[in-house]
Structure formats: C-alpha cells, structure tokens
C-alpha cells in the first residue's frame, strides 16, 4: 500500500472492524433489523443506513484533500437526515449490499491520502477543521461505535483494544473543552487514568465500559462510590 505507516496502520485496522461490522449485518434479516439501536429514535436500519452514507460523506473529504477541489460532506443537513430515513425504510439485503459497497468506496480511496493530502486540511459537517490523515480515524470511530449501537453482539470488549483506549482518551478531552462535564477520575481496570476538573469522582471500569458510559450513558460496567454523573451529550 502506497501510504505512510501510521495511515497503512489505520486502514488496516478499519479493515478489519469493517469486516467485523459487515458480518454482524450480514446476520439481519427484514424482522431483526427494524429491532431498536442504542441510538435513541433509530432502528438498527438507521444505524446502517447512516453508517453507509457516512463512508461516502468522508470519502468526498478524502476526495476533496487528493484533488484540492473542496466538497461538502452532506448537501445539507436536511439532506443527511432524508437519506438516513429513506435509507432505513428498505429491506435488509439491500441495506447490507449499500453498506458493503460504501465501505468499499471509501478502502478504495483512502490509500490516495498518502504523502502531501494527508497534511490537507479539510471542513467536517458543522465547520470543524480536521487534517485529511485523520478521515481513516474518523471513519474507524464511526464503524466501531455504530457497530456497538447495533446491540446485535458486539461490544466494546471485542475493539481494538488500543482503538478502545484512545476513544476514551478523546472523549475525555472532547467532555474537557465542552464546559459541561462533571468533575471525575476514571480508573481503568487496564490501569489507565483520566480526569475532568477537580476530579472529585472516583469513576472505575475496564476500558471497553467506560467507553460505553462515556458514549453511551450505559453504566452497568462502571462503579463509583456515589450514583454516576450526567454526561453533555456525545458528538
């Protein structure tokens, strides 16, 4: 592959979580897939579906960072959101085949960022900047959270175990710059540790379940010697 180590090594791990995500979907059928997702209002269809136009909405910024020819994630916001429902309302077999092949467009074309478009700097959805080498980051993000919300069997605990550890470390410094986080001290099982403000909370789990706590508000994994704090909003 013609890229640098440190983007070979995200597309390799993409890959692989891709294949992860595309043989739980292969496993739905037109019943078990219209079954609620962990992301409040959405089927398992939605999830999907919003998966699959994702790997085109970052591929436009891939495309944008090797060409030098600025693109839009979306059309708009108004048109995310119809393709998502629209995208939704189909059967099974065609959602998976869209999903497959959105994955694939989006493999094919993030090897080109190797070299000079991955110091590109190109415009997400909602005006933040980002450097094109991240777009494979952002895509694997997508994929593993998504997959959990599925609630079709797979967890946290069967990511990349580095993956896991450093969602964690970004959604902390996500909570830290958002003003609205709640002062704790996250103690990992793995031995990691992270803090918000003061830290006054002791917050402990192993990575996997903080991370479903942080993402997710799911706090069946963690404890604390007092109830678990409310969360600003992931995104």
Not at 24 to 52: F, K, N, P, Q
Not at 113 to 141: D, W
Not at 167 to 180: D, H, K, L, P, W
């Amino acid at each position: 592959m013609n890229a640098t180590s440190h983007l070979s090594d995200n597309l390799l791990l993409l890959a692989h979580e891709t294949s992860l995500l595309i043989r739980t979907a292969a496993g739905l059928d037109d019943e078990t897939i219209r079954a609620a997702s962990l992301c409040e209002g959405w089927t398992r269809a939605h999830v999907l579906s919003h998966i699959a136009r994702n790997a085109d909405a970052l591929g436009n910024l891939v495309g944008w960072a090797i060409t030098g020819t600025p693109a839009a994630m979306y059309d708009s916001a108004q048109a995310r959101e119809a393709d998502i429902l629209a995208g939704s309302t189909r059967g099974a077999r065609e959602i998976f085949t869209d999903l497959e092949d959105s994955a694939a467009r989006f493999a094919s074309a993030a090897p080109g960022l190797a070299g000079p478009p991955e110091r590109s700097e190109v415009e997400m959805r909602g005006g933040r900047k980002v450097l094109a080498g991240q777009l494979p980051t952002l895509r694997l993000m997508e994929v593993v959270i998504h997959h959990v919300d599925l609630d079709a069997g797979y967890t946290f605990a069967d990511a990349d175990l580095g993956f896991v550890r450093r969602a964690v470390s970004n959604a902390i410094q996500r909570f830290r710059t958002s003003g609205e986080a709640p002062s704790i001290s996250l103690h990992s099982a793995e031995g990691d540790e992270w803090s918000i403000g003061d830290g006054a909370q002791d917050v402990t789990g192993s990575n996997a379940a903080l991370l479903l706590w942080l993402a997710r508000g799911d706090g069946a994994g963690v404890s604390s010697q007092a109830p678990l704090p409310g969360l600003p909003a992931w995104g």
